[in-house]
């Protein structure tokens, strides 16, 4: 019978490792094989839209992406400045997505609201009264 850590142990078997550029044009050297490559440069970040999902890849995270659950593409188009998306998230509700990062969406636009108003009011030296107001749609 298996012990319960035997049965709780965890695989080592790593995948195949991928042959580097290199190598590879070495070995199509030598079976007569021509291969012109093109270098091209990724932008520092890439965000896709694959089937139904919406996914950041972002430099700041080597080896992570964040995606999310995309219901319905709301807008997509590019402004005078950036490309711009707003989409239906079936967790974080409405998202806004500038040149493929995630600004903010209506579950955490909370916290950047807090941020806006607060760093005003703490510049006030002498507060004497604060008005403040919250719209609900």
């Known amino acids: 019978m298996e012990s319960v850590a035997e049965s709780a142990a965890f695989s080592t078997d790593l995948p195949a490792k991928r042959q580097r550029e290199d190598e590879a044009a070495a070995e199509n050297k030598q079976n007569g094989i021509s291969v012109e490559m093109e270098v091209v440069k990724e932008p520092d970040s890439i965000s ?8 950041e890849i972002s430099p700041m995270w080597p080896g992570e992406a964040h995606s999310l659950k995309v219901e319905k593409i709301l807008f997509q188009g590019k402004s005078e400045y950036q490309n ?13 997505v500038l040149d493929g990062v995630i600004q903010l969406t209506e579950r955490d636009e909370c916290a950047y609201q ?24």
């Not at 896709?48 to 996914?55: D, N």
């Open 48 to 55: 896709s839209v694959i089937p139904g999902w919406f996914s």
């Open 84 to 96: 711009v998306m707003i989409f239906q998230s079936s967790t974080y509700g409405k998202v806004l």
């Open 114 to 137: 807090e941020m806006i108003t607060h760093l005003p009011l703490c510049s006030i030296s002498n507060p004497k009264k604060v008005v403040s107001y919250f719209i609900q749609n």
